[in-house]
Structure formats: C-alpha cells, structure tokens
C-alpha cells in the first residue's frame, strides 16, 4: 500500500517557479567553481615545468618531473574522492544545509591558498600546492552528494532530470571560462612582458613575471564560491530530509509553503507511520539493501568509474594529444607565456563547441527520451569516435588531417557530456532512500573519482612513446597515444554493458523509485507509476 505526504506531492507535481532556477543557479555555481578549480591546473602544469624545472641548455623547456606531474594533476582527485565520500555520509546524518556551507568555505580558502604557495624553491611550491589541491578536492567532493541530492528533492517529477543536469552542466562554463580567463591573462602578460621562443633564448624564453600567471589563474576559482555563499545559507533545508530523515513534519511543512507558496499540511501522523515502519528502516549494509539497490549501487558505480576513466584522461592530457598531432607548435618554438595561451586556446575551442552543448543536450533531452536512453548512447558512441581516432591514427597525424581529429576528439567530447558524464550524476540522486541518498551518491561519485585518478595517473605514462628515447623526460616507455586510445575505446564500451545495470527513474517520484512510500513488505520498488488519483491514503 502506497502512503504519500502532502508537502511532497506539492513538489513533485509544482509547476516550474522561480525557485527552480534560484536552486539550480546556486547549486551551479558550486559546479561551475568545481569545474575551473578541477581543470584549471592542466592549463598550466608546462608553465610549472619551465619556471621551477629548467635545466641549462637542455633542448626542450623544462617539464615537471613524472611524480610531480602526477602528484599535481592527481592530488585534488584523491581530495575529491575523500571528501565524495565524507560528506556524502555527514549530508544524510546531519542534513543537506548545514553541510553545504561548510565545503564551499573549504573550496574558497584553498582555491585562495594554492595560489599562495609563496617561495622560490621547486619542491617547496610543489608541495604546497599539492597539500592545498587536496583540500580544495576535498571541498569539491562533497559538493557533488550535496549538490545533487538538494536538486532532486527540491524538483517536480516531470523536469527533475533537467533541474539537476542543468546543476551538473555549469561544469562546462567552468572549464570555458577557466580557458577564457587564461587566455585574457596571457595575452595581456605576453603583452606587456615580451620574451623570445625558447629556441632563440632558453633562459629569457621564461620572464619572471611568468609565475604571476599560473597563481591567478588558480587563485580566481574562489570568486564564483564566494559570492553564492550567502544564498546557499539561506536555502531551507529540503522536505524530503526534514520529514523522512528528521522526522519534523511541522518544519518540512512550514518551509515548503513558504517556497511554493502555498498552504501545506503538517501531516505529523502520516510521517510518524512512514519513518516508523520497519520496511523503510534499513541501513547501507543490509541484506534488504542489497535486495532493493544493490544492482543498482554496482550500475551506478561501475559506469561512472568506466566513464570517468575516459572522460578525465581525455581532460586533463589534451594539450599532451594536441601536441603529439601538431595542433600546438612544439614547445621549444613558445615561449612560456605564449605556451599557455595556445594551450588554453585549444582547450576553449574545445570546452565551446563540444562539451558545453553536450551538456545543454542532455538538459533538453533526459526528460524526454531518458536516462537510460541517452547514457547508453553516450557510452556507444564514445566508443565508436575512440576507435575511429585509434585504428587509423597514423592517417590522423598527418597536417591535412589535423582538424578532422580534432573534430572527431570534440565528437568524443560531446557525447561524453550528453550522455553518461551527466547522467551517472543525475540517476544516484534519485533512486536511493531519502536517508541514504547522499550517501549513496557519494559512493557513486567516488567510484568515479578513483576511475580519474586511474585517468589521470594512467593516461600520463600509457601515452609515452612506445620508444624511450622519444618519451618526455623522466618518463618511461608506454604504450603511445594510439594504443592508449585504443584502451580508452574498450573502457567505453564496458561502460556500455553495465548501463543496463541501471534503472530509467523518468517520469517518477522519488519516493516511488525508492519504494519509501510503499508500507507492504512485499512490494517491490521501481514498480512501474502509479496514478495519483489510484493512490490509498493511509488510515
């Protein structure tokens, strides 16, 4: 038998109000900090390599070291799965609000803080930087539970899917503007600071001014954090932890009339039955959990570890491929300053003709066609553009050929982002209970994470010339970008496989995905909808 409260069919059947886009531009800017703070790094990690690790007379400009590289780019997703998982389990014990505040604090101090890193000695900075990117990851991390869940408790039924890739997608303007604001800064440093290319003058290629550069570009990611944060400590807590996680039916009540607008019953009866029956009282390692979502935990985690293998790799390492093909000058032929710009160059072409629209894509179309459809397309054809760039690479390298790989690698781009590197963050906040979806959502989030750092650290030395002599200093043989394309490809298409793990909540309550407002033991959750007017309410 079926039970619901009144205050949360008020919002699964709300009409789309100002409130909606107030909570998505919020939550979204936390996204859009993420996002710069996350990518930002790559745009100048070869800066980092010419200012603190230049060798006299070398014949290349200096690169950060393999561990230091790898510690650099690495460091801020350990943070992120830490704080994924942390925070994920702090939002359903202490609640989505009181939480929130506390990493967005964490993401602006460090973001300030690795900018910081003052001294002059290579291991010194390094070392800083890394231990305040942990942090700032730390702080990312729990923004992505917290983040989700309070969008999917505050959406109606019918655009709850756009509400949160909408929340998801303002990761894109992160990584576009973060490539915007690079360019402005280094156009106006190369400006006014003038230096040969490398080649011409090794030591003068690199200008003191230089190290200005990478810290405010890092530095500003705290700007978007700091002016949401008061909105986001006004936000009422959501219903759906205050009336099935607190049990305080007057207060879900009182805050929800106030946001809707309208008057709301404080159903204290209903929420008492609903939070004392035994069925709905399971915790995380249960044999009941893992009758209900165990499947569908291992769907959510699988593809968004399989997914974020792919999609960071791809990330963090494309000025590495857009080297490799030419479609950067070689490094000797820059100067420092102007290394950035053609590397932040690429990387906004990128970020504005295929991964913001993907993202958008999927805000227009999951309520529409699904969650299931779309990320089992994304998956498909992300596979498909990998093997096409992989088997005829050597075609690709070619300088007739240029653009049409970078067409092909903004293909792959675009159908990550409409497809499953949005939709693996909108399913985990819908189909766990209220009591748990943080949590669970924070374990899916992590499994992702460890999937970048596997990206991250793995891409960087798989993608090595196959000849020692040709890797870049440091580093050892690998396998070289064709192959490590190739193992990209395959990685998709096991995301492809285990997509059918997990199940289409389109169209659905929260409480229906999650059988929460089913009081018979026998019921199964993710029965198919039940109409409104059919449902029994409790005597």
């Not at 820059?334 to 990128?350: G, H, K, P, S």
Request: glycine residues 8%; proline residues 4%.
């Amino acid at each position: 038998m079926a039970r619901e409260l009144q205050v949360l069919n008020a919002l699964d059947v709300a009409k789309t109000q100002w409130y909606h886009f107030t909570a998505i531009i919020i939550a979204g800017m936390g996204f859009f900090t993420d996002a710069y703070d996350l990518f930002c790094i790559s745009l100048v990690t070869k800066l980092l390599g010419r200012i603190y690790y230049h060798v006299d007379g070398a014949e290349k400009p200096g690169i950060l070291p393999p561990n230091v590289s790898a510690a650099v780019n690495g460091v801020a997703f350990c943070g992120t799965l830490s704080g994924q998982l942390f925070f994920g389990w702090l939002g359903d014990k202490m609640g989505r609000k009181k939480v929130y505040g506390m990493t967005l604090m964490l993401m602006v101090i460090c973001s300030i803080a690795s900018g910081l890193s003052f001294s002059r000695d290579a291991k010194a900075v390094m070392s800083t930087l890394c231990f305040f990117r942990f942090w700032l990851g730390f702080g990312i991390g729990g923004d992505y539970p917290l983040s989700a869940t309070i969008m999917s408790e505050y959406a109606n039924k019918k655009t709850r899917g756009a509400f949160i890739a909408a929340v998801f997608a303002m990761q894109g303007f992160g990584i576009l503007t973060g490539g915007i604001f690079a360019i402005i800064i280094s156009s106006a440093f190369k400006a006014r600071f003038d230096a040969p290319a490398y080649q011409v003058d090794a030591l003068a290629s690199t200008v003191p001014q230089a190290d200005y550069v990478w810290r405010i570009i890092v530095m500003v990611g705290a700007l978007p954090a700091a002016l949401t944060y008061y909105w986001r400590m006004k936000m009422p807590e959501t219903a759906r932890y205050t009336a099935l996680v607190a049990k305080n039916a007057k207060q879900a009540a009182t805050d929800m009339s106030r946001v809707l607008q309208v008057d709301l019953e404080a159903e204290e009866q209903k929420v008492e039955q609903l939070t004392e029956d035994k069925s709905n009282q399971f915790g995380l390692f249960t044999k009941k959990f893992l009758h209900r979502h165990g499947l569908h935990l291992l769907g959510t985690t699988t593809t968004w570890f399989l997914l974020d293998i792919a999609f960071y790799s791809q990330n963090l390492f494309q000025k590495d491929i857009f080297s490799a093909i030419g479609w950067i000058p070689k490094a000797q032929t820059m100067n420092a300053i102007d290394e950035v710009y053609r590397i932040a160059r690429a990387q906004t072409l990128i970020a504005l003709c295929s991964t913001v629209p993907g993202y958008w894509f999927t805000v227009a179309f999951i309520d529409r066609i699904g969650r299931f459809a779309i990320q089992l397309m994304g998956f498909f054809f992300m596979t498909v553009f990998m093997f096409a760039l992989a088997i005829p690479y050597n075609h690709w390298t070619h300088k007739d050929n240029r653009i049409g790989f970078v067409v092909m690698y903004s293909l792959t781009f675009f159908f990550a982002n409409f497809g499953p590197n949005a939709t693996t963050f909108v399913v985990p906040a819908e189909i766990f209970p209220a009591r748990l979806r943080s949590t669970c959502h924070g374990i899916s989030a992590a499994s992702g994470k460890l999937g970048a750092i596997v990206g991250a650290f793995g891409f960087l030395y798989l993608a090595q010339d196959q000849d020692k002599a040709k890797a870049d200093a440091g580093y050892p043989a690998g396998i070289g970008v064709k192959n490590s394309l190739l193992v990209l490809g395959v990685v998709n298409f096991f995301g492809m496989v285990f997509t059918f793990l997990v199940p289409e909540s389109k169209g659905k309550s929260l409480e229906e995905m999650s059988g929460e407002n089913e009081t018979d033991e026998g019921s199964v959750p993710n029965a198919e909808p039940r109409s409104h007017n059919r449902t029994v309410p409790a005597v």
